[in-house]
């Protein structure tokens, strides 16, 4: 009933509404592609006439910038990509490899009880800087201060019960029934889990890894303050370029932005139809 | 049989002699999969959260009931100063006060912004129009986008020569400096967490209207409400659980707000925009005062759990219930 | 008084007309039923009565004036929906005095309103609960007085009972055959439960393929269908149907359908029924009518021969399904009978009982005579 068709006043709303939204993202791609010569002028240039890809080169090999005049050389980003990608993608699996088995347990073996959600939730809830204090006093005390396994641990504590919830509501949709068919085939209740569930769950296993590990890839705080000189991420990289003594690399930096941001866009279009369910921990399925 | 199998701690249960079970008598079994099972499960996870979590934790609480500094002195010498810590900031220190009211004005006017802009937007996709799944996905683009990116983005957009001021410019307002007066710099950090996270209200919103049941509504058309108040008195209500859901959801995030506030105004001009994150993340670790920081954690931590435990209230049976 | 003139709607992309061309008249104070199985069209047509649907060709006329182009709140024609749908965010009284409201009623008319229909309804004392607090038959409740609120000329009912609990819908059903006595509502009934419909509706209207198949008094329509896809529905267990053509052999008449042959011993054909396998008839005969007798008994007189292949027991009663050769007849007996399954038995059935159907389905007037 209130469906309806698009009127000229709708139609320009959502017009509106849609440059509102893609504008920054459109400004960030286009600074990528800029000159050095265009980064920061005044009046400001919206699209380059002269587009150029030696803000990627740059990232990768900053004395590539020099060809434009440009003095003070920046970094490379490739020790950032690489740490991120390490960071992430492990901390990633061992997040959800455990979730999924805590995940099994609290759907078919527990009832659960209201302090579960809350523990869950409250996990989330922590503001980042209120547990990066200790994190940095303990860990510089194991030596685990600039390390990968550091940050891998804290990705992991922090992502599992998110990980463990979202699974648990995937397998909650199953029946029990299911695997009680295959334990009467002679199978055990354990094989069962692994050899009928896991399957029928592949398609929110695969959103839980996408959710978690763009939760891990965007993370900033926790990486700033543990990394010194053997750690680093892309958040953290990008945030340097822009106390860079020799001024803002504009350019550049956008281009390491739109590294750090393409795989997420692309990831969460194909994790879509799961994505109020993963942003609302569950309560809302669709 | 029956009993011995559901005595059992792990029903691995090899039938005896070769039969099959049948079905009666592996019924309790099957039925009631004993309790203490499931513990086996989570105790990985488990393991992980209390090595990781908990112990940095229990040594920060310590901390903060003492004067510790790096800079300093070790840990173990320092002096234990008892409450004096919670004492300074909740009663002597201003800016942690402001930085809490700061962020819950913040929380206040993003969520409002976000839920009006959100269900409009998602009322539009209600009706069938071309290319509507490529609106879906392009209006869903900004919460994809990493929080450190938004902030620099951003930062970009309102430079005093950036495109923004271009545009106010050339319609006649003229340019501003953005981060140079606390209520502006506020403003942009408003813009910057609506344009952020407005899609994830109207994906909440658009997921609950799209499952508002159609009858009720034919019923309310039949009986004559016009479709304002067919809005307002019918479906708004149905929505109402959904609502909820997305204001908890949100509050829960935004009170930890640190990242783009940090890329695009590092809490200034002074301290004006600083967020309850930022002012314990520059205690901590800009100005070393580690143990005081630890304490100002610990508040938050605090206020954030009891907070969470009201705003979860609401969406409790949700979260429960639908989840079995 | 409504009336249903060539009635059609089409769904663009669907390969059958959900409504195809209806003529129905609805007389004022009267309780219709719309009967049929799901996907028949009947809730299509009612959609488009109260205005949900526009119709794609065909008119609706109440009182004589057309109402296709009336809008929805103006037609005075009240809608149940089968799951209530009603306002689980308000109280009763909310959803009582909701249409007035939306019509701007003055307050004290709508007080007055909302107490007469609660007390109608039985509802009087629920007036400020939450009605997600109610149970089946109280929302159904809720929903019919939120429709009566607003002075329906005409009541749609989609299916209102079926939601409910076999108890509550015995209660219900009383509570409508009073509404109906006490408001002298004109009522469309919607069912794909005969039971209902019989209980219920001064007519039945029997809907198949979005094709209005027969409307009939609901005395008269049970005894004597007039089509034989009515007979086929009609009826626990309905009617039992052949199809096939008479023929003699050494002078006694005979019913064949594929290759099995019928004895109507006794029986001559009426003038308008022609003999011979060019001349297509179908048969009906009521499980009621058929009688048994031991194998080989007056074996002259039996209709045929069978074992009994299903034995439905129902109290007094029983069902037998005899099957012969892929022929299923069906016979209600007296339990006392004790009839056993796989028994031979012979079956008769007076010729003067059949109803006789022309190859296009139609009822004949005329019946087997006896010689």
């Known amino acids: ?286 | 049989m029956s009993s011995l199998a559901a005595s059992a701690p792990l029903d691995i249960q090899e039938p005896a002699e070769g039969q099959r079970p049948s079905l009666s008598s592996s019924e309790p079994n099957l039925r009631k999969p004993p309790g203490h099972q499931g513990r086996f499960f989570t105790v990985p996870g488990q393991i992980v959260s209390l090595i990781v979590l908990i112990t940095p934790l229990l040594v920060a609480l310590y901390m903060s009931f003492t004067d510790w500094s790096p800079t300093r002195s070790s840990l173990k010498a320092a002096a234990f100063v008892g409450l004096e810590n919670y004492k300074e900031l909740l009663i002597y220190d201003n800016r942690f006060l402001e930085a809490i009211l700061r962020t819950l004005l913040l929380a206040l006017i993003c969520l409002s912004l976000e839920f009006v802009l959100g269900l409009s937007l998602a009322v539009l996709f209600l009706r069938n129009f071309r290319g509507k799944s490529f609106l879906f996905s392009a209006f869903l683009t900004p919460m994809m986008v990493l929080p450190v990116v938004v902030g620099y983005t951003f930062w970009m957009l309102f430079q005093s020569n950036g495109p923004i001021n271009q545009i106010l410019t050339l319609i006649g307002l003229g340019a501003i400096e953005w981060f140079k007066s606390p209520a502006l710099a506020f403003s942009a950090v408003v813009i910057t967490e609506v344009w952020h996270w407005t899609p994830l209200f109207f994906l909440i919103l658009l997921s609950g209207l799209n499952n508002v049941p159609e009858n009720p509504i034919r019923a309310a058309v039949i009986l004559g409400a016009s479709p304002r108040r067919l809005f307002w008195k019918v479906v708004f209500p149905m929505l109402r659980p959904v609502i909820t859901v997305a204001f908890v959801i949100r509050a829960m995030e935004i009170i930890k707000i640190f990242d783009e506030v940090f890329l695009l105004t590092r809490g200034g001009p002074g301290s004006s925009t600083e967020s309850i994150s930022l002012y314990i993340y520059k205690l901590a670790f800009n100005d070393f005062q580690l143990a005081y920081g630890a304490a100002a954690a610990f508040i938050v931590l605090t206020a954030s759990l009891i907070m969470v435990h009201f705003l979860l209230m609401p969406v409790r049976e949700q979260l429960l219930d639908k989840g079995r | 008084m409504i009336e249903l003139i060539d009635l059609t709607k089409e769904y663009p992309g669907a390969t059958v007309t959900a409504v195809d061309k209806i003529n129905l008249t609805i007389h004022e104070g009267e309780t219709i039923a719309l009967l049929g199985p799901s996907g028949c069209g009947k809730t299509s047509t009612l959609n488009m009565i109260v205005g949900l649907e526009k119709p794609t060709s065909g008119d609706i006329k109440v009182k004589g004036r057309s109402i296709i182009d009336v809008p929805i709140e103006k037609r005075g024609i009240g809608l149940v929906f089968q799951d209530y749908a009603v306002f689980t965010s308000m109280t009763v009284e909310g959803n009582l005095s909701f249409g007035l409201e939306m019509k701007n009623a003055p307050k004290d008319k709508i007080k007055q309103t909302v107490q007469k229909t609660a007390a109608l309804l039985g509802l009087s004392d629920k007036l400020k609960l939450k009605a997600s607090k109610l149970s089946g038959s109280e929302l159904q409740r809720v929903a019919i007085g939120r429709t009566l609120a607003i002075e329906p000329s005409i009541l749609l009912l989609d299916e209102p009972l079926s939601n409910l609990e076999a108890e509550a819908r015995l209660a219900m059903r009383q509570e409508l055959r009073r509404l109906r006595q006490e408001l002298g509502l004109t009522i469309i009934y919607v069912t794909h439960d005969q039971v209902e419909a019989l209980s219920l509706a001064d007519r039945i209207a029997i809907m198949n393929f979005g094709r209005l198949i027969e409307v009939e008094k609901t005395s008269v329509i049970v005894e004597n269908p007039a089509d034989v896809l009515v007979a086929q529905f009609l009826g626990s267990p309905p009617m039992n149907v052949l199809k096939g053509y008479f023929h003699k052999i050494d002078g006694v008449l005979y019913f064949r359908q594929s290759g099995v042959d019928f004895r109507l011993s006794g029986a001559r054909l009426p003038n308008e029924v022609e003999e011979g396998s060019k001349f297509f008839y179908f048969l009906g005969l009521k499980p009621e009518d058929l009688s048994l007798g031991p194998q080989g008994s007056d074996s002259h007189k039996s209709l045929i021969e069978a074992p009994i292949s299903g034995l439905e027991r129902r109290g007094y009663d029983s069902v037998l399904s005899f099957n012969v050769k892929g022929i299923e007849l069906k016979c209600e007996v007296d339990s006392a009978q004790n009839p056993k399954l796989g028994s031979k038995k012979a079956l008769f059935i007076n010729p003067e009982n059949i109803v006789i159907f022309n190859r296009s389905g139609r009822r004949m007037d005329k019946r087997l005579l006896i010689s």
């Open chain 1, 1 to 286: 009933m209130l469906k309806s068709k698009l009127t000229f006043v709708t139609a320009a709303l959502l017009f509106i509404a849609l440059i509102f939204t893609l504008f920054p993202v459109f400004w960030l791609v286009s600074t990528a592609i800029k000159p050095p010569i265009d980064w920061n002028a005044s009046p400001a240039i919206w699209v380059p006439k002269e587009p150029t890809i030696i803000n990627f080169k740059t990232l990768f090999a900053p004395e590539a910038i020099r060809a434009y005049g440009v003095g003070g050389v920046s970094q490379a980003a490739t020790k950032a990509v690489l740490g991120s990608i390490l960071a992430s993608v492990v901390a990633t699996f061992i997040s959800v490899s455990l979730g999924l088995i805590s995940a099994i347990g609290l759907s078919r073996y527990s009832q659960s009880t209201w302090a579960t959600p809350l523990i869950i939730l409250s996990g989330r809830m922590f503001p980042p800087a209120a547990i990066a204090v200790p994190f940095v006093i303990v860990f510089s005390m194991t030596a685990l201060m600039d390390t990968f396994t550091g940050l891998i641990a804290i990705y992991v504590a922090v992502t599992l019960p998110f990980s463990t919830w979202m699974l648990k509501s995937f397998i909650d949709e199953l029946p029990r029934e299911i695997e009680e068919a295959a334990m009467l085939d002679g199978k055990s209740r354990i094989a069962a889990h692994f050899t009928v569930t896991l399957p029928l769950v592949k398609g929110g296993l695969f959103a839980t890894t996408m959710l978690v590990f763009i939760l891990n890839w965007s993370e900033y705080m926790f990486a700033q303050v543990l990394s010194n000189t053997r750690l680093s991420t892309i958040p953290v990289q990008l945030a340097k370029y822009v106390t860079a003594t020799a001024g803002t690399l504009y350019g550049v930096q956008a281009a390491l932005a739109v590294l750090a941001m393409a795989p997420l866009i692309l990831g969460g279009y194909f994790i879509q139809g799961h994505l109020a369910r993963g942003m609302t921990f569950g309560a809302i399925k669709k």
